[in-house]
């Protein structure tokens, strides 16, 4: 695409404790108004600690507002739009490489992306045992769906859908219509959901009974439910299996996706072959008041495990690591992430040898041969 694509990594929860192996990738897909800054699904829901204690790494894309993860025509908005050859093509082998992700995939999106997601796995059969579309348009072409679909893009991002696949009445349309793609999604374990457009426990009506407060949510989510209907009816014809859930209430809104990325987990578990739940662990030792003064790691997620020199453990929010040398400390957050790049205690910063600290604008933690500083948004790591 000619510029530089961020991804957010979720990493398996044994990454660290069995560095030998590899794992399952799962792709989080955003919606239509995906940011450029970070992906939906840490920013607007609880991807981050809901994967914690999951063995799967998951891939969120960052970016890609109305892109519907495609490869476009022509630029558009300053965008030169190449999302199935980044996704299927150019993602793949930089996480079996740098980040031991194994050749077992899924693809998980809401709204645009869990069009997307059907997409893309229909036009490279191969490349996932599992989609997942939660609220997605699942018809690209059926009446009235060119329409909103280039609607609904003009008014979130300013961007012309004839830069995407032309003109309404082109083939092109018909060949990202998941609808279309059906007969080449047999062998995938798939998951379609929507809601009904009425709200319910995570809306907050405007004062009239069973309406959303964002309209065009309510009328995205209503055509979301038609396309399904449409698509889930197509897959049966072709007996193809597909778990299905219509909610008698949702609207087109982030407390919805959250809940339906919870309620496939067990289903995308089976499809990528780990256990749908956690392992029993506990903390002990030098390990154990850290992990009880530190309320934000929450629960551990592995038992303890030797790493170089020392000791670590792993938990929802976070790390902590043992030395001889600088006792037991927590690692987390973005400083957190920054010292996992730099192959924490294994790499050139050692173990950690104080707390995070405030700092101008920021936060600091010294390490035994430097130290991370995270400030003004981004985290800079000072190894000596």
């Not at 987990?265 to 780990?274: C, D, I, K, N, T």
Request: charge should be negative; hydrophobic fraction near 40%; aromatic fraction near 10%.
């Amino acid at each position: 695409m000619g510029t530089r694509i961020q991804v957010q990594l979720l990493l398996a929860r044994d990454w660290n404790i069995t560095p030998g192996n590899r794992f399952p990738v799962l792709y989080l897909l955003d919606g239509l108004r995906a940011e450029d800054g970070e992906s939906g699904w840490t920013k607007d829901a609880g991807a981050q600690g809901f994967y914690a204690d999951k063995n799967v790494t998951v891939a969120l894309p960052v970016g890609g507002g109305s892109s519907y993860y495609t490869d476009w025509r022509r630029p558009d908005n300053g965008k030169n739009y190449r999302w199935e050859t980044f996704l299927i093509r150019e993602l793949p082998p930089l996480l079996e490489k740098d980040w031991r992700g194994s050749s077992v995939r899924g693809m998980a999106g809401l709204s645009m992306g869990g069009s997307a997601a059907m997409t893309l796995i229909g036009r490279n059969p191969d490349f996932a045992r599992f989609a997942a579309s939660y609220s997605g348009l699942l018809t690209t072409t059926t009446l009235g769906m060119p329409q909103a679909i280039r609607y609904s893009m003009r008014d979130a991002d300013g961007y012309d859908s004839d830069a995407m696949w032309g003109p309404i009445t082109d083939a092109e349309w018909g060949t990202h219509d998941p609808y279309a793609l059906a007969e080449h999604l047999k062998g995938v374990s798939l998951y379609v959901s929507s809601g009904s457009g009425l709200v319910g426990v995570g809306g907050i009506p405007p004062g009239i009974p069973g309406v959303s407060t964002t309209f065009t949510g309510t009328a995205l989510e209503l055509l979301a439910r038609i396309s399904s209907t449409q698509f889930v009816a197509k897959l049966n014809k072709l007996s193809i299996p597909v778990q299905v859930n219509y909610r008698p209430s949702g609207t087109h809104s982030w407390p919805y996706w959250d809940f339906e990325m919870r309620q496939s987990w067990p289903q995308a578990a089976a499809a990528l072959g780990v256990e749908a739940a956690k392992p029993e662990c506990a903390s002990d030792g030098a390990i154990l008041p850290v992990a009880l003064a530190k309320s934000w790691l929450g629960e551990c997620v592995t038992p303890e495990f030797a790493v170089a020199s020392g000791a670590a453990q792993d938990f929802k929010g976070g790390r902590v690591f043992w030395s001889q040398a600088g006792g037991a400390h927590a690692v987390g957050g973005m400083i957190g992430g920054a010292y996992e790049g730099a192959a924490g205690p294994t790499g050139a910063l050692g173990f950690p040898i104080s707390d995070e600290s405030p700092i101008s604008n920021g936060v600091r933690q010294n390490f035994q041969h430097g130290f991370i500083e995270f400030r003004d948004g981004k985290a800079e790591i000072h190894a000596s």
